[in-house]
């Protein structure tokens, strides 16, 4: 395994102020200069695709055609939707309008928060960077990147490569463990986007409150599956399995246990042998082998918390089992079974490991999912409208997703973080064509608002002198005619006072609104046939 080159901790001050100086200078500006930094860094992958599969090899274990679909190929894809998009998402947006204030040309303009932080973890050490920073660019920032120390090889690559694509004015690495990492967050900065574990996180939070350093959380938690007992189960076992085995099931939106009914428990683990036979047929036959190119854990430490989580289970293993500490392996495993208090459910496993809960039904299953933490991801495999949407608006979580799971992550346009303990941060979302500001979760990533995290909204007017013939009733002396007038101007007429509460309608699902869709399409196309004979009957009169 490749060595760590660490950054000296002394020179960590220095690093932000050059990249200081680098934002102070106005260079970025300019949105052809971030283009440009934005296409370098798309080339900086492309031209290195082998030297990043090596690197995924070396840290990881992991197959290179699980590296491509995982991070490789969809980094090169968020790099070039922001370069392609730049200018849009730049571009002064204005408020809704507003018969008081519209004279006073009100505009909101996308500026750059100055010098950020990225802390990223070793799951991803490519798409947790890449995406991220081209973010950070296309918004007009300079970064600093602080890979996992988890994954040295990854993390000497960017540092070696970085500068040699993308300006070092702007863009830096700072390679380390707990003392740089300590170093970076005595320092303040424009923004810090830290993913990892909630444990950490606190130390981070309670670090950037010092300096009143803005903070994006991006944590996980426990993401449950709930399996319709009616649902095509080859094809949920199929998907569930290889979102929990995709990385060694070292992923944060990660399936981490399945709320399945208890009559159906059996034909959904007989579906999961099925699909896993298929996925590793060298672990069925007369001579079975453990799975082959499957992703290690990356360390013993998290070697030896997984393998501790699987023996102290008092649930069934059904499916794999199998641990090597020697090469941090740890076969696909499936159990069912599985009680609220078992070791399975203490804690995100964050590893191959799948519990099964049998439960008696579905309102058992929301009632386990809320009593805990909000999750990441919540998945659903069902055909069903209505379990779904029982499923969704009973529930909170940084992700909706039905019949599939993981890819979420990467959809195009959608955007990616947690709720409350899954992860937080202040971001602003589109309303019409209004903007609303509000602490609002999941905009870490995910095309624009990964651009839009690491930018400010700077409000601005520019009042002509003629609006104090209509507001000059602010300047004191105050009078009771100019109160007239403030009240005269600016209140807000109200709709009549509601005589109680409205009455909670029945959820009708969506089958009532085409319903009442087509009763009005052919309501329309009855009168314009009515009105057509008419027309005819006139003509002939």
Known sequence: MAS????????????????????????????????????Q???LIQDNTKAFEDALASDLGRHSLESHFLEITSSIAEVMDAYKNIESWAKPE????????????????????????IISPFNYPMWLVGPPLSGAIAAGNAVVIKPSEACPAVANLWAELLPKYLDPSIVRVVNGAIPETTKLLELPWAHLLYTGNGRVAKIVAAAAAKTLTPISLELGGKSPVFVDSECDMDLAAKRIL????ANGGQTCVAPDYVLVSKAAQDKFVAALKTAYASFYPETTGDSPTPPQNFTKMVHQGAFKRVQGLIQNTKGTIVVGGETDEATKFISPTIVKDVKGDDSLMSEEIFGPVLPIVPVENLDEAIAYVNSHDHPLALYVFSGSEAYKKKVFESTQSGSAVANETLIQAATTGLPFGGIGP???????????????????????????????????????????????????FRYPPY????????????????????????AVAAASGRK??????????????????????????????
């Not at 690093?15 to 440009?36: M, N, V, W």
């Not at 290889?242 to 085995?245: A, E, L, N, R, T």
């Not at 087509?518 to 329309?524: N, S």
Request: charged share 20%; with cysteine; glycine share 6%.
């Open 4 to 39: 760590l080159v660490y950054t000296p901790v002394e020179d960590i001050e220095k690093i932000r102020a050059e990249l200081q100086a680098g934002f102070d200078s106005g260079k970025t500006k300019s949105i052809a200069f971030r283009k440009y930094q934005l296409l």
């Open 41 to 43: 860094l798309a080339y």
């Open 94 to 117: 204005k408020p809704s309008l507003s018969v008081n204030w519209m004279f006073s040309r009100p505009v909101i303009t996308k500026e750059p928060k100055g010098v950020c932080l």
């Open 242 to 245: 290889w979102g929990k085995i």
């Open 422 to 472: 899954s992860g937080c941060r202040f971001s602003w979302y589109p309303a019409h064509r209004s903007l609303t500001i509000l602490p609002q979760p999941g905009t870490i990533r995910g095309r624009q608002f990964g651009f839009l995290m690491f930018t400010h909204l700077r409000a601005s007017i520019d009042s002509p002198g003629w609006i104090d013939k209509i507001l000059g």
């Open 479 to 502: 009078t009771s005619n100019k109160l007239a007038k403030v009240q005269a101007r600016l209140s807000v007429k109200l709709p009549p006072r509601p005589s109680g509460p409205p």
């Open 512 to 541: 009532w609104w085409l319903f009442a869709f087509a009763v009005a399409i052919v309501g329309a196309l009855t009168r314009m046939k009515n009105l057509k004979s008419l027309a005819l009957n006139l003509i002939r009169a």
